[in-house]
C-alpha cells in the first residue's frame, strides 16, 4: 500500500516535471532581447528604403514597411510556423494558429512561446527585402497579397529544409547559422523575381549609340538612408547573437565577427568606389556595410575574426561591383537589395565552405563543406525563385502589379495612398 | 519707379541685405529660384553613376525703388553679392525694369508714396 502511494507520487512529480521543464530564464530574455532588437529592423527598412526613392513615393514605402511586419505576424502565426518547424513533428490539431507549446524543437532552455517570437521577427525581415527592389512602379496591393505568401509558404519551406533539426539539409549538416540563405537569400530571389516581372522604373534605361544608357535615379534623403542602416547594424546585434538562442562565450564572438564583417565591408566600399568612381560613393557605402552584415550572418558562429573580416572585404566588392552589373543587365532595383541580400546572401552562404573554421576549405582543405553550401544554395534558389516567378506571374494577371503609366510619373503617394510624405501647400 | 530683380548666390543674401539696409532700403522680397548661365550646372554621383545636375539653387531679391535709388541699389547689390576681388562666375545677375503702377494695400497710396 505504502508503496503504491510512493510510486504514485513519484509518477505524478516526473508528471509535473515533464509539464513544466525547468526553463533557463538568462537565456529566455536574452532571446526575447535580441527578438525585439530583429523587430526594430522594420524601422531601419523602412528609412533605408524611403531614403534611396524619390519623394513623390515615400508614403507607399513607408506603408509597406509598416504593414508588412502586420501581414507576417498573421500569415507566421497562422501558418508559416507549422510549416517551417511543426510538420515534421507532432502534426496534428494545435498545428496551425500556434497558442502554445512547451519546449521549441532542439532543447527546452527557452519556452516555445520565446522561440516563436524570435522566429516571427525574422520571417517579418524576410518580408521587407522584397519592398524595396520593387519600389516607386508596384502597387501597393499586390505586395501585400505577396507578402503573405511569402510568409506563409515560400519563407517557410526554406526554413523547413535548412533549420528544422528534421529538415534533410539540417540532417546534412549545411551551416546557415542566422540566415544568409534562409533569410536574405530567400528576400533577395523573391525580389529579383519580381524586379524581372516587373520591369524597371521609366526613365531608369535610356539609349545612346544603340546601346542601352543606365541613368541615374537619386533617393530623395540619404540622412533617411543613413539613420535606416544605423538601425539596421543596431538590429543584426540581436539577429545575428541571438540565433544561438542561448547566452554563452559563442554569442559574444558572433557580435565581434558581425560588427567586424560590417565594417569592413563598409570601409572596402568606401575604397573601392573612391578609385573607381574618383569619389567615396555614400550610397555604396551604406550598402557595403549593410552587404558585410548580410554576408556574415550565415558563418557568424563559424568564422574566426580575421575570417569575418575577409567575409567583409569580398561583401564590399560585390556591392561596388553588384549593383552596377545588375543595372547593366537591365534590371532595376532602387534600394539596392538584390546585390546587398541576395548576392551577399548566396556568397555569404557559399564562404562558409571557405572559411569555418570546422570544416572549411582554408582549414582543412577539403571541398566537402563547400559543395554541401552550394547544394543548399541551390535548394533555395531553386524554391524560392521559381515558387517568386510563378506568385508574380499570377498576381500579374489578375491584377496587374505595376500602376498606370501616369500614377507612376505623378507619384504612387497620391496614386496609391492618397498621402503625401511632404505636404507642400499647407490649408 | 523702377522694379530690380536680382539673381544672387544663397550664400550672398546676408551680405547683400547689409549693403541695402546701410543705403536706407527696408523693403524687399526675395524667392528660392533654380537656374543656370552659360557654364550650366554640375555633376553628382548617386551609386556608381553620374548625372548632370542643370539647375543651382539661387535666391532672386525683388524691389521696387524710386527713379533716383536704382544706381545705388545696384551698386549696393553689386558689391555684397561679388566673390572676393575679382567676383566669380555664378554670382549672378541684376535686371532693372520700369513700374507702371504701385499700389500699397493698407492705405489705398499710390506710387511713390507707396515705395
Known amino acids: 500500500m505504502t508503496n503504491e502511494i510512493l510510486q504514485a507520487v513519484t509518477n505524478a512529480v516526473a508528471e509535473a516535471a515533464q509539464a513544466a521543464p525547468q526553463f533557463n530564464w538568462v537565456d529566455t530574455i536574452w532571446v526575447l532581447i535580441a527578438g525585439v532588437l530583429v523587430f526594430f529592423m522594420n524601422a531601419g527598412f523602412a528609412f533605408v528604403e524611403s531614403g534611396f526613392v524619390r519623394a513623390k513615393n515615400t508614403v507607399v514605402v513607408l506603408a509597406k514597411n509598416f504593414v508588412v511586419f502586420g501581414l507576417a505576424t498573421i500569415a507566421f502565426w497562422a501558418i508559416g510556423y507549422a510549416i517551417m518547424f511543426k510538420v515534421f513533428g507532432d502534426f496534428g490539431s494545435g498545428v496551425f494558429f500556434y497558442s502554445m ?276 544554395i541551390g535548394y533555395t534558389a531553386v524554391v524560392v525563385f521559381g515558387a517568386s516567378l510563378i506568385f508574380w506571374f499570377i498576381l500579374d494577371k489578375i491584377f496587374k502589379i505595376r500602376v498606370p503609366e501616369k500614377e507612376e510619373i505623378d507619384g504612387l503617394d497620391v496614386g496609391e495612398m492618397g498621402t503625401e510624405a511632404y505636404v507642400m501647400h499647407d490649408k | 519707379m523702377k522694379l530690380i530683380l536680382a539673381v544672387i548666390r544663397p550664400e550672398s543674401l546676408e551680405s547683400v541685405r547689409e549693403k541695402l539696409y546701410a543705403k536706407g532700403i527696408d523693403s524687399l522680397t526675395i524667392i528660392d529660384v533654380q537656374g543656370h548661365g552659360k557654364q550650366k550646372g554640375h555633376k553628382e554621383l548617386y551609386r556608381g553613376r553620374e548625372y548632370q545636375v542643370d539647375f543651382l539653387n539661387k535666391i532672386q531679391i525683388e524691389l521696387a525703388v524710386a527713379d533716383n535709388m536704382v544706381d545705388t541699389v545696384i551698386e549696393a547689390i553689386s558689391t555684397g553679392a561679388k566673390s572676393g576681388s575679382m567676383g566669380a562666375i555664378g554670382d549672378g545677375k541684376i535686371f532693372v525694369t520700369n513700374l507702371e503702377k504701385v499700389v500699397r494695400i493698407r492705405t489705398g497710396e499710390l506710387n511713390d508714396s507707396a515705395l
Open chain 1, 101 to 376: 507549446g512547451t519546449a521549441y524543437p532542439t532543447g527546452p532552455t527557452i519556452p516555445e512561446m520565446a522561440f516563436f517570437f524570435f522566429q516571427l521577427v525574422f520571417a517579418g525581415t524576410a518580408a521587407t527585402i522584397v519592398s524595396g527592389a520593387i519600389a516607386e512602379r508596384s502597387k501597393f496591393l499586390v505586395f501585400v497579397l505577396f507578402s503573405v505568401l511569402l510568409v506563409a509558404v515560400i519563407y517557410p519551406a526554406v526554413g523547413m529544409m535548412i533549420w528544422n533539426p528534421d529538415g534533410f539539409l539540417f540532417k546534412d549538416g549545411f551551416i546557415d547559422f542566422a540566415g544568409s540563405t534562409v533569410v536574405h537569400s530567400v528576400g533577395g530571389w523573391a525580389a529579383l523575381a519580381g524586379i524581372i516581372i516587373l520591369g524597371p522604373r521609366i526613365g531608369k534605361f535610356g539609349k545612346a549609340a544603340g546601346k542601352r544608357k543606365v541613368n541615374a535615379i537619386p533617393g530623395h534623403s540619404m540622412s533617411l538612408a543613413t539613420l535606416g542602416t544605423f538601425i539596421l547594424w543596431l538590429g543584426w546585434f540581436g539577429f545575428n547573437p541571438g540565433s544561438m538562442l542561448a547566452v554563452n562565450e559563442d554569442v559574444i564572438k558572433i557580435a565581434v565577427n558581425t560588427n567586424m564583417a560590417a565594417v569592413t565591408g563598409m570601409l572596402t566600399a568606401t575604397i573601392i568606389s573612391w578609385i573607381r568612381f574618383k569619389k567615396p560613393d555614400f550610397g555604396m557605402i551604406l550598402n557595403g556595410l549593410l552587404g558585410g552584415l548580410v554576408a556574415i550572418t550565415a558563418g557568424c558562429n563559424a568564422v574566426t575574426v580575421g575570417g569575418a573580416a575577409i567575409i567583409g572585404v569580398i561583401a564590399g566588392l560585390l556591392i561596388v561591383f553588384g549593383i552596377p552589373m545588375f543595372e547593366n543587365l537591365g534590371l532595376d532595383d532602387p534600394v539596392g537589395a538584390t546585390s546587398v541580400h541576395l548576392l551577399n546572401g548566396v556568397v555569404g552562404t557559399f564562404l562558409v565552405g571557405v572559411f569555418a573554421v570546422n570544416g572549411g576549405l582554408w582549414y582543412t582543405g577539403t571541398f566537402e563543406l563547400i559543395l554541401l553550401q552550394l547544394k543548399g
